[in-house]
C-alpha cells in the first residue's frame, strides 16, 4: 500500500511537470488559444518583465482544481493514492511558483538556479516558441521545443535586478558568460535627455 501511495505522490509531481508545460506552451502563447485569462495574465508577464499575476487567483484556482478532483479521484483509486497525487501535484505546482518568481527576482545560487534562469530567460529573450518548462526541461525535450540558451541577450528595460552588478552597473562576473545587458535603444535615451 505504502509503495502504491508514494507511486501516486511521484505520478502527481510528474502530472504538475507536464500541465507546467502544456499550461504555458498552450494557453500561455499558442494563437489557437489566446484569448484566455491564463494567457492574458502570461503576456502581461511578458511584456512587464516583473509582473505576475495575484497570488490569491493563483491560490484560487489551485483550490478550486482540488476540490474538483478530491471526490473522483479518492473514489477511483482509493483515499490515500487519491490524497497522495494532489499532494503531489499541488507541492510541485508550489514548487513551480517559487522557483519561476524567484528565477526574476534573485540570482541562481547553485548549478540548478543558474540553468534555470538561463533556460527560462532564453523563453523570455531569445524564443518564446522554445523552452516552455521553467522547473525541468523534460517535456521540450520530448515535445522538441527545447533550445539551449547560449549567451541570453536581456533588453534593457527588462533588466532582472540581480543581473546586474550595482558597483558598475554591468552584468555580474558570475553570469557575464551566459548573460549580455543590451543598451538602451537610443530612440528613449533621445527622449529621455529631451524630456531632462
Ligand atoms: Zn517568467
Ligand atoms: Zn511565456
Same mark, same amino acid.
Given at each position: 500500500m505504502i509503495g502504491f501511495v508514494l507511486l501516486a505522490f511521484a505520478i502527481g509531481v510528474l502530472t504538475w511537470s507536464l500541465l507546467e508545460y502544456l499550461i504555458h506552451r498552450f494557453l500561455?502563447?499558442?494563437p489557437k488559444f489566446l484569448p484566455n485569462p491564463f494567457?492574458?495574465?502570461?503576456?502581461?508577464?511578458?511584456?512587464?518583465?516583473?509582473?505576475?499575476?495575484?497570488t490569491w487567483k493563483k491560490v484560487l484556482v489551485a483550490l478550486g482544481f482540488t476540490a474538483l478532483l478530491a471526490w473522483p479521484l479518492t473514489s477511483l483509486v482509493g483515499v490515500g493514492p487519491g490524497v497522495a497525487y494532489l499532494a503531489g501535484l499541488m507541492l510541485m505546482y508550489g514548487t513551480y511558483e517559487v522557483l519561476h518568481r524567484r528565477e526574476h527576482t534573485h540570482a541562481g545560487i547553485s548549478a540548478y538556479g543558474r540553468w534555470a534562469r538561463r533556460h527560462h530567460?532564453?523563453?523570455?529573450?531569445?524564443?518564446?516558441?522554445?523552452?516552455?518548462?521553467?522547473?525541468s526541461p523534460l517535456w521540450d525535450l520530448v515535445f #522538441? &521545443?527545447? /533550445?539551449? !540558451? #547560449? &549567451?541570453? /541577450?536581456? !533588453?534593457?528595460?527588462? /533588466?532582472?535586478?540581480?543581473?546586474v552588478d550595482p558597483k558598475t552597473g554591468t552584468v555580474r562576473a558570475d553570469v557575464s558568460d551566459t548573460f549580455v545587458l543590451l543598451p538602451e535603444p537610443k530612440e528613449s535615451s533621445a527622449q529621455t535627455t529631451v524630456a531632462a
Amino acid at each position: 500500500m505504502i509503495g502504491f501511495v508514494l507511486l501516486a505522490f511521484a505520478i502527481g509531481v510528474l502530472t504538475w511537470s507536464l500541465l507546467e508545460y502544456l499550461i504555458h506552451r498552450f494557453l500561455g502563447h499558442h494563437p489557437k488559444f489566446l484569448p484566455n485569462p491564463f494567457g492574458a495574465e502570461h503576456m502581461r508577464h511578458h511584456r512587464e518583465g516583473d509582473y505576475f499575476a495575484p497570488t490569491w487567483k493563483k491560490v484560487l484556482v489551485a483550490l478550486g482544481f482540488t476540490a474538483l478532483l478530491a471526490w473522483p479521484l479518492t473514489s477511483l483509486v482509493g483515499v490515500g493514492p487519491g490524497v497522495a497525487y494532489l499532494a503531489g501535484l499541488m507541492l510541485m505546482y508550489g514548487t513551480y511558483e517559487v522557483l519561476h518568481r524567484r528565477e526574476h527576482t534573485h540570482a541562481g545560487i547553485s548549478a540548478y538556479g543558474r540553468w534555470a534562469r538561463r533556460h527560462h530567460f532564453a523563453h523570455h529573450f531569445s524564443d518564446s516558441r522554445c523552452n516552455h518548462g521553467v522547473t525541468s526541461p523534460l517535456w521540450d525535450l520530448v515535445f #522538441g &521545443t527545447y /533550445r539551449a !540558451p #547560449g &549567451t541570453v /541577450r536581456v !533588453p534593457a528595460k527588462f /533588466r532582472m535586478a540581480w543581473l546586474v552588478d550595482p558597483k558598475t552597473g554591468t552584468v555580474r562576473a558570475d553570469v557575464s558568460d551566459t548573460f549580455v545587458l543590451l543598451p538602451e535603444p537610443k530612440e528613449s535615451s533621445a527622449q529621455t535627455t529631451v524630456a531632462a
